[in-house]
């Protein structure tokens, strides 16, 4: 049995080296001198040459004959070599060595990862992506929310004090006198010190040129004026918020764009006007139909702390944004700069316009 596996296994050896030894052979006498050794037409050339006188005279012609004498030696030389090689130790070699290397390197990246200690980052969310639900109406008026605990220990307080006098009433058996009424300071409503500043601001509008309503909603939304003029109409939101904001036009969730104090927010004002805007323009009829309307807000109180970033950004919305009394910052126009004068709109516009609205 061991005998025809040796056998076999030479046999093998043989056929694979010599297909192989001619292949090669035949490819190095075929490029070197055109010979091809397996054609006989070849080697009756070879012979006719030989038998008419031919000499070797040549480097190039003694290789070609030094080739053809060794090529039968060196075949049996080459089958003799190759069927003394451990092929199977070599075979298992070049197959197990891509997986060798596999583990090899999965082991040096194992080492290097456990010797590399990252630190653990946490990515700090911007104020757009942790900022809460609007809690403003489109009027941009804070709705004010009483503190329930401190009106509970307020309470609690009181009752004590209530229950201290009353003992003490009991014990001196005299009548506790009823607390004096308090006086109620008479404050100046802020509605008036907003009319006085609206007031400046119409005054201005009208010195432009404009003819102005006043307190309009359009589609729910409340614009302090529409000026009117003979090409467009204005519509001017007042801004009295106090504190400094950080403006922001952008939409996040589908939400409306918010302004940040730092510690409250509110829906833009840009937006807000923006919105009347889009709903007045369909509403247009008759000599007002198709007319170009501008929006406005005018900063009446309070700071734009971000305004140098947001010009560009209001440009492109095409809203005209100033500032007018205690508003800032200095870099925003003036309301008396940021209008030019118009000249006065038809009667009819008047008409239209006022009977839509009102």
């Not at 290789?63 to 070599?81: E, K, S």
């Not at 309470?155 to 229950?163: H, I, S």
Request: hydrophobic content about 45%; some cysteine; overall charge positive.
């Amino acid at each position: 049995m061991k005998f025809i596996f040796s056998f076999c296994r030479a046999f093998m050896i043989f056929f694979i080296w010599t297909f192989g030894f001619s292949f090669w052979f035949q490819r190095l006498m075929l490029a070197g001198w055109r010979f091809n050794p397996f054609d006989g037409v070849h080697w009756h050339y070879l012979q006719r040459q030989w038998q008419s006188g031919w000499t070797i005279t040549s480097l190039r012609e003694w290789l070609f004959v030094l080739l053809l004498f060794a090529a039968i030696p060196v075949w049996l030389t080459g089958w003799a070599v190759l069927t003394t090689v451990a092929w199977k130790k070599w075979f298992k070699v070049i197959l197990m060595f891509p997986l060798k290397l596999a583990q090899k390197m999965w082991k040096k990246h194992k080492e290097n990862r456990a010797q590399t200690v990252r630190p653990k980052i946490t990515k700090r969310k911007s104020y757009k992506q942790t900022r809460p639900a609007a809690v403003r109406a489109s009027t941009g008026r804070i709705a004010k929310v009483a503190d329930k605990e401190a009106a509970q220990e307020k309470e609690k307080e009181k009752e004590k004090e209530q229950q201290k006098a009353h003992s003490h009433s009991h014990k001196e058996h005299k009548p506790a006198p009823e607390p004096a009424p308090k006086k109620e300071k008479a404050a100046q409503p802020a509605a008036a010190a907003a009319a006085s500043g609206d007031g400046s601001i119409g005054d201005a509008l009208r010195s432009a040129g404009y003819k102005l309503l006043q307190d309009v909603k359009i589609a729910g939304k409340a614009v302090d004026f529409i000026g009117m003029c003979a090409d467009h109409l204005l519509l001017c939101l007042v801004d009295s918020e106090n504190g400094d904001w950080l403006a922001d036009e952008e939409r996040f969730n589908d939400e409306e764009p918010l302004w940040f104090s730092e510690s409250n927010h509110r829906i833009s004002p840009v937006r807000v006007v923006l919105n009347a805007r889009d709903a007045l323009l369909p509403m247009l009829s008759g000599a007002a139909r198709g007319m170009e309307i501008k929006p406005m807000v005018v900063i009446n109180q309070g700071t734009i702390i971000n305004a140098e970033d947001m010009f560009e950004v209001w440009d492109n919305l095409k809203v005209s944004v100033c500032r007018h009394g205690a508003g800032g910052p200095d870099e925003i126009k003036m309301l008396e700069n940021a209008l030019s004068k118009v000249k006065a709109p038809d009667d009819a516009v008047v008409r239209d316009v006022s009977g839509l609205l009102s």
